[in-house]
């Protein structure tokens, strides 16, 4: 069966633990894990949680099953099987000195990104986008040049009235 | 009323209506052990190892249905409770699981018997629970006895500080009537149309079969799938876990099936065009190489977990639900519809069923000279009128205690199907003779096995459990040796246990009877004795045929089709 990417969507009590059964049962059962955020929602009491995995659809209908099946996830959903925006942030510090402060702020702007942090020899460029975008601006801008990259990995929300709620 | 963390969590207990709590007091558990001590409603069963508390209380939850309570310590003492609890949780046994934890401020610390029990045991419960302060800790225990015992059952551990459970801290306490928590939503019913859809399927049938497993006891729908297999007319095998669903005696039931399982059940199996499985997760000791599997069936699945289901097998009707609610409406839509099966084919098939029956697939030699391990069980089974709790620890004895006692009672046949944890019989006799003390309740073990929590002998003798040890005594760690004899071609890597005990002075000594059983001849009265004793633990120390072997069998890479015979009575046929 084929393998592909799958954004999938939790509600989870916001509870000392509950993450940690997530990430464990991802390692126990032996299912890829590309990223995972979290932070809590409007009610503090629950946690959102993005996870972004891969598999054929048999694994996918496993992964589904089992976080469903673990006592701290309210809802889930798998937004791939829906229309939805996913998005992640990026923050990637380059080398911008002399002639290459230009190149790279027109880089930058190409992207839709903001240079948020200026020094005589650096920019912090802030992008958000989807998580294609930001590997091509990452390629774009070379190895040579990236002093620091960090993301946030995806976020993800459904479009229209359909949502996560309790 | 107010009351101290301690004197909640055993008033909680009470409240639950547990009878008892297998348990060993410890450093961060005392004021929770000063609160057992001054009230008489909750016994607590002092063991002499944790992992056999945890058996324990798992042997009382399987006889009875009931959750299994055990209380331990803090450190090792959790620890030492991991390996039954692993054991309760692959065979969905439901326990409560109290472990003490070091004073909160503490956490972290590394502080003296201090372990992450939460972390420790994450990967082999249900779920768990930390508690955070005093005022929770009812209502953490009554979801903790909530979640072990709805939907799919399970072990749940509650973690709680010491200082939560001190006497100076007293709260009013209050026992919740009910609970109901928004991320655990056990199912009941399943999907009407695919019931329908499965009754359709069934009465299409021409060699149909039926599989049915642990979570037909579980739910306690034995009668309901027996009223089911017999308006059918169906073959019908159990898994081992699931032994006594339908009773061994019956003409329909062709044996368990799977690597010990029996020629008939595997080959109709392999054969079947529709299958109904029930309370069953596909286990791979029970499909053999899943390449092979049912080729040519349409596979109806009903189970409570959906993880279950399309997990290792590919599945047809899908039905999530209780199987109590499911197999109910399976029976009402046949009653409401007579259409059926041609009763034609299913003649040939039974015919064909009949001839792989002929097959004599348990067979085995009989010797005058050196006890066959078979011809035991046999005569426990008979001496005990089949009616015994039969306990087992792990290996050939499990399998031949599978294959040559007739269970016809569901809950009678106690092992670690699962996990397989040698070491599990002994204490889970003793948990079971506490639930049923006029009940016959044997353990069929191994000299290996039985070592593993041999120490509870001591329990057994502290609290008067007459229960009957048959240990089939090989000298060889028997199903390790047989795979040594069939893959490592007779390299017996360390499977020879060396240096054993004179069981039957060990057994006095603990001041239970011990015998000692050399000859075919003397095994039957060996055991009429034995079960005439009724307020001494007996061990039955039957030395047995040293190079028997489990058959028929299904090797590593086989199908149902390709088992592996008796070489002498198999080749008989």
């Known amino acids: 069966m084929a393998v592909s990417k799958h954004v999938i969507s939790l509600l989870l009590e916001n509870e000392s633990g509950a993450l940690s059964r997530v990430a464990g049962l991802f390692s126990m059962r032996g299912y890829n894990i590309e990223s995972l955020t979290v932070a809590p929602t409007n009610d503090p009491t629950l946690s959102r949680t993005t996870l972004v995995t891969s598999g054929d659809d048999r694994t996918i209908e496993q992964i589904t099953k089992q976080l469903n099946k673990l006592v701290d996830v309210v809802r889930l959903v798998d937004l791939t099987e829906t229309s939805h925006v996913a998005y992640e942030l990026m923050m990637i510090k380059v080398r911008a000195a002399g002639p290459q402060r230009e190149e790279v702020k027109r880089l930058a702007d190409i992207y839709k990104g903001k240079v948020v942090d200026v020094t005589e020899s650096t920019f912090i460029i802030e992008l958000t986008g989807n998580s294609e975008k930001l590997d091509s601006f990452v390629k774009t801008v070379g190895d040579e040049q990236i002093l620091e990259v960090v993301r946030s990995g995806a976020t993800g929300i459904a479009r229209g009235e359909r949502g996560l709620k309790v | 009323m107010e009351l101290s963390g301690g004197e909640i969590i055993i008033r909680s207990?009470?409240?639950?209506?547990?009878?008892?709590?297998?348990?060993y007091p410890g450093g961060?558990?005392?004021?929770?052990?000063?609160?057992?001590?001054?009230?008489?409603?909750?016994?607590?069963?002092?063991?002499?190892?944790?992992?056999?508390?945890?058996h324990m209380a798992d042997g009382y939850a399987r006889a009875t249905g009931k959750p299994g309570v055990v209380l331990v310590t803090s450190g090792p003492g959790a620890t030492n409770a991991i390996t039954g609890i692993a054991t309760a949780h692959l065979d969905s046994i439901p326990m409560v699981i109290i472990t003490g934890q070091v004073t909160s401020k503490f956490i972290g610390t590394d502080a003296f018997q201090e372990v992450d029990a939460i972390g420790c045991t994450r990967p082999c419960v249900k779920h768990n629970f930390m508690v955070k302060n005093v005022e929770e800790i009812a209502t953490v225990i009554k979801k903790a006895f909530y979640v072990a015992t709805t939907g799919r059952p399970g072990p749940v551990v509650v973690d709680i500080p010491k200082d939560f459970t001190a006497p100076n801290v007293k709260i009013p306490y209050e026992y919740p009537k009910d609970i109901s928590m928004r991320s655990y939503a056990p199912v009941s019913g399943g999907h009407v149309g695919q019931v329908r859809k499965a009754v359709e399927l069934l009465a299409q049938a021409k060699q149909p079969m039926i599989y049915s497993g642990g979570g037909v006891l579980m739910s306690e729908s034995h009668e309901e799938l027996r009223q089911l297999v017999r308006e059918l007319?169906?073959?019908?095998?159990?898994?081992?876990?699931?032994?006594?669903a339908y009773p061994a005696t019956d003409k329909q039931f062709i044996g368990m099936l799977g690597m010990h399982g029996t020629y008939e059940a595997n080959m109709a199996m392999h054969n079947c065009d529709v299958l109904l499985a029930v309370g069953v997760r596909f286990d791979d000791r029970v499909?053999?190489?899943?390449?092979?599997f049912c080729p040519n069936a349409k596979i109806i699945h009903v189970d409570i977990d959906p993880t279950s289901i399309a997990k290792n097998v590919d599945v047809d009707v899908p039905i999530v639900g209780d199987l109590k609610v499911v197999l109910k409406r399976m029976l009402e839509l046949l009653a409401e519809d007579s259409r059926r099966a041609n009763p034609e084919d299913i003649a040939a098939w039974w015919q064909q069923i009949e001839e792989w029956r002929g097959i004599k697939s348990l067979a085995y030699e009989y010797s005058d000279e050196v006890i066959k391990p078979q011809y035991v069980v046999q005569k426990l089974c008979e001496v005990t009128n089949g009616d015994a709790y039969v306990t087992s620890d792990v290996g050939q004895h499990q399998m031949w205690a599978a294959q040559y006692y007739d269970f016809n009672e569901p809950r009678r046949w106690i092992n670690s199907g699962g996990l397989g944890t040698m070491g599990f019989g002994l204490p889970a006799a003793l948990g079971v003779k506490l639930a049923f003390p006029d009940a016959d309740v044997a353990c069929v073990t191994g000299e290996a096995s039985i070592q593993m929590c041999l120490q509870e002998l001591s329990t057994a003798m502290q609290y008067g459990l007459p229960v009957k040890i048959v240990n089939l005594n090989n000298r060889y760690l028997g199903m390790v040796r047989q795979w040594q004899e069939f893959q490592y071609e007779g390299r017996y890597s360390n499977s020879y246990v060396d240096a054993l005990p004179d069981f039957v002075k060990l057994a006095e000594s603990y001041n239970h009877v011990g015998m000692i059983i050399e000859k075919p001849a003397d095994v039957e009265g060996a055991l009429r004795e034995a079960f005439s004793m009724k307020d001494k633990l007996v061990f039955l120390d039957f030395q047995t045929d040293d190079s028997e072997n489990v058959y028929p069998m299904i090797e590593a890479g086989k199908g149902h089709h390709q088992m592996r015979l008796h070489p002498k009575t198999g080749a008989l046929n």
Do not use: S
């Not at chain 2, 207990?13 to 348990?23: H, K, S, T």
């Not at chain 2, 499909?287 to 092979?292: A, P």
């Open chain 2, 13 to 23: 207990l009470q409240d639950e209506g547990v009878e008892y709590v297998f348990g």
């Open chain 2, 233 to 244: 007319g169906y073959p019908i095998t159990n898994t081992l876990m699931g032994l006594g």
């Open chain 2, 287 to 292: 499909t053999g190489e899943i390449e092979h």
């Open chain 2, 28 to 54: 961060a558990v005392l004021h929770i052990y000063d609160a057992i001590f001054r009230q008489q409603q909750v016994q607590h069963i002092l063991v002499r190892h944790e992992q056999g508390a945890t």
